[in-house]
Structures are given as C-alpha cells and as structure tokens.
C-alpha cells in the first residue's frame, strides 16, 4: 500500500526550539509539499519542492524552511519554535505524470503543540 | 490569485438524506481543476472526487457527485443516502492546470445524525 509517512502524529517543544518535521513518500512522486492546517482557515500552502534539492515558497514560508536531498524526503523546519506555530501540518506528495484527477497523497499529519 | 470559498462551517443531517455541501472558486485561468477531500478525525485527508474545468459532464464517484457550474463557479459536492461514516471535515480545493499546488477552501464539517 503506497503511502507518506510522517515521523511524529503529536509533538510538543518549547518556543525557541529548533523542530523538524519528517516526510517520506514510497511512490517516487516528484512533488513534495507541506501544509498547516488551522481551524477555520483550511490548509496553507507553507513550502513545496519539485525536484531533489529544489524548493519554493508557497503562501506562509516566514519563520519555515525545507530541505529536500533525497527525492523520497521532505523535511519541515522550524529554526526557532514560536507558539503561534502550533497547529497540524500535513505533508502531500503528488507526481508530475499523473496531475488533476489523481490528486495529491497525504500523510495522517503531525499535530505540533509549542509552549 | 486563486480563492476557494466554502461557506458552511458545520452542516447536521440525518443519516439516510442527500448533503449538498457547498463551494465557490475565484480564478482567472481558463483551465483549471477541482477537488473534494474528506478529513475523518483520525487526520488523514481522503480523495473524494475531481472535476476538470473542460469536462463536459458533473463527475460522480460512487455516492459522490460534484454540480459543476462553470458559469457561476462553483463546484458543490453532493453525498447521496449520507451514512454514520460520512461525518468528517470536508475540503473543497482548486489547482490551476499545469500547476501542482492546491487552494483549499475553509472547510465544512459535516456531522451525521442517526
């Protein structure tokens, strides 16, 4: 069963931390996203990566960054931990050959509390 | 800018009964793609249906149908004989074609009443 792993389904740091939030996908998708999701509000595109080593900026990068060095990992970072980052981030992979209706694969999310 | 706009919070229907669950979309491109996740409280967002803005006819996937009307931009998903299952979140979202990522709308959460 094909499917995206992310490490952690509940975290909790303290603010100023530095967290990383790991994603691994087994379908050798090239598309690589990360999402939060808030109430109210839907899920915001944070960053998304099209290739290894590549990455761009989607709606909400400020205080996240990414690394991609393998094509079947996408890392989330947040360099110092603030409590407005608390929510549920979701991490999709999608692949460049079959867009539209195959829609993205979505891991179950990690759901971050910082205090 | 892509936008997504589903105006219904929370929707209470008996089991048994049709849902409409409605969405808007604001977009400039001529070609576009629609699509309905479901979100069940376990977190994991589900596939539920697409729908091609060049497509002639509404899409339908099992008890899923998508009311596809191009003129007025919407894109409301209707759950036909709704079952205790269906409760979740439900998201509505737009790619626009040629790129990968997805718009997603507010949410609706729609609970099941036996």
């Known amino acids: 069963d094909v499917k995206v792993t992310q490490s952690s389904r509940y975290l909790v740091k303290r603010t100023g931390e530095k967290v990383f939030l790991e994603c691994v996908q087994d379908?050798?998708?090239?598309?690589m996203f990360w999402y939060r999701q808030d109430p109210g509000l839907g899920l915001r595109l944070i960053y998304f990566?099209?290739?290894?080593?590549?990455?761009e900026k989607g709606d909400i990068p400020e205080g996240y960054s990414v690394s991609r060095e393998k094509k079947e990992r996408f890392s989330l970072i947040l360099e110092s931990a603030s409590t407005n980052q608390t929510s549920m981030y979701l991490c999709?992979?999608?692949?460049?050959?079959?867009?539209?209706?195959?829609?993205?694969?979505f891991g179950s999310g990690t759901r971050l509390t910082v205090v | 800018a892509q936008k997504i706009t589903q105006t219904q919070p929370g929707m209470f229907v008996q089991e048994k009964e049709a849902v409409t669950l409605d969405c808007t979309y604001d977009?400039?491109?001529?070609?576009?793609?629609l699509f309905w996740y479901k979100q069940p409280s376990s977190g994991e967002m589900i596939f539920l249906i697409y729908?091609?803005?060049?497509?002639?006819q509404n899409a339908t996937e099992g008890r899923y149908s998508l009311n596809f009307q191009k003129a007025r931009k919407s894109a409301n998903l209707v759950i036909s004989a709704s079952q205790l299952g269906d409760s979740a979140m439900y998201f509505c979202?737009?790619?626009?074609?040629?790129?990968?990522?997805?718009?997603f709308g507010q949410g609706t959460r729609l609970t099941i009443n036996p």
């Open positions: 990566s099209y290739d290894v080593k590549m990455k």
């Open positions: 979202a737009m790619s626009p074609r040629g790129a990968q990522k997805l718009v």
């Open positions: 977009t400039s491109d001529p070609s576009y793609g």
């Open positions: 379908m050798d998708h090239e598309n």
């Open positions: 729908q091609g803005s060049y497509d002639q």
């Open positions: 999709a992979s999608s692949t460049s050959l079959m867009t539209g209706r195959y829609g993205y694969t």
